[in-house]
T-cell receptor, first 110, second 115 residues
Framework: RKEVEQDPGPFNVPEGATVAFNCTYSNSASQSFFWYRQDCRKEPKLLMSVYSSGNEDGRFTAQLNRASQYISLLIRDSKLSDSATYLCVAAKAAGNKLTFGGGTRVLVKP | DTEVTQTPKHLVMGMTNKKSLKCEQHMGHRAMYWYKQKAKKPPELMFVYSYEKLSINESVPSRFSPECPNSSLLNLHLHALQPEDSALYLC??????????????FGSGTRLTVV
C-alpha cells in the first residue's frame, strides 16, 4: 500500500463549479501536510499547508482529518487556470522527508 | 520566478558522458534536496543535504554523485547514465531538514535526456 494515495482523476470540472478531492495517508506519524500544484512539464509549487483546524486561501479550502487519516482540497468557482495536477504531500517529524501522493489531475473546461 | 535556480534547464547526454546539474538558493535555507520525476509520476527523493552534510541517500546508484560546496549550492554529478535515467531532476530547499512546516521550494528542474 502506498504511503500517500490519491485518485489520479482526471476530474473534469465545468468552469465556475466546485470540485473536491481527497488524499489518504497510511503513516500515523505524519505530522505536516501540504497541497502542491504542478503544471505540465513544470516544477511543483506549494499551494497551501493543511492544518487540523482547516484553512482557506481564497477559493481553496484544505481540511485535515487525523482520525480517518485523510486530507481534502476544495476549489470553488473553478477557473480555467486551475487545470493542473494537485499533489498531496505528507511529512513526518524532524529529520524526515516529504512523501508525495501520485497526484490528482483536474481539468477545468469552459 | 522561482527562488531556487537550476541549470541547465535541458540537457542531452550520451551514456559515456560526464555532466553536472547545478542548483542555487539564496533564501538562507539549510536543507537541500534532489528529486527525480518521471512523466506522470510524483517526484522521488534521491538525496538530502542538511547543513552541507549528506543526511539521506535513497539507495541511489553511484552513477549519481551529489555535492554540496556551500549552504547555497548543490550539484549533482552524472556519469555513465542509462537511457532510463532520463527524467526531470528537481532541486528543492527548506529552512531545515524536518522543519517542513512551510513546505519545500522547488527549482524549475533540469530535463535530462540520456541517449
Amino acid at each position: 500500500r502506498k504511503e500517500v494515495e490519491q485518485d489520479p482523476g482526471p476530474f473534469n470540472v465545468p468552469e465556475g463549479a466546485t470540485v473536491a478531492f481527497n488524499c489518504t495517508y497510511s503513516n500515523s506519524a505524519s505530522q505536516s501536510f501540504f497541497w502542491y500544484r504542478q503544471d505540465c512539464r513544470k516544477e511543483p509549487k506549494l499551494l497551501m499547508s493543511v492544518y487540523s483546524s482547516g484553512n482557506e486561501d481564497g477559493r481553496f479550502t484544505a481540511q485535515l482529518n487525523r482520525a480517518s487519516q485523510y486530507i481534502s482540497l476544495l476549489i470553488r468557482d473553478s477557473k480555467l487556470s486551475d487545470s493542473a495536477t494537485y499533489l498531496c504531500v505528507a511529512a513526518k517529524a524532524a529529520g524526515n522527508k516529504l512523501t508525495f501522493g501520485g497526484g490528482t489531475r483536474v481539468l477545468v473546461k469552459p | 520566478d522561482t527562488e531556487v535556480t537550476q541549470t541547465p534547464k535541458h540537457l542531452v547526454m550520451g551514456m559515456t558522458n560526464k555532466k553536472s546539474l547545478k542548483c542555487e538558493q539564496h533564501m538562507g535555507h539549510r536543507a537541500m534536496y534532489w528529486y527525480k520525476q518521471k512523466a506522470k509520476k510524483p517526484p522521488e527523493l534521491m538525496f538530502v543535504y542538511s547543513y552541507e552534510k549528506l543526511s539521506i541517500n535513497e539507495s541511489v546508484p553511484s552513477r549519481f554523485s551529489p555535492e554540496c560546496p556551500n549552504s547555497s549550492l548543490l550539484n549533482l554529478h552524472l556519469h555513465a547514465l542509462q537511457p532510463e535515467d532520463s527524467a526531470l531532476y528537481l532541486c528543492a530547499s527548506s529552512q531545515a531538514q524536518g522543519q517542513a512546516t512551510y513546505g519545500y521550494t522547488f527549482g524549475s528542474g533540469t530535463r535530462l535526456t540520456v541517449v
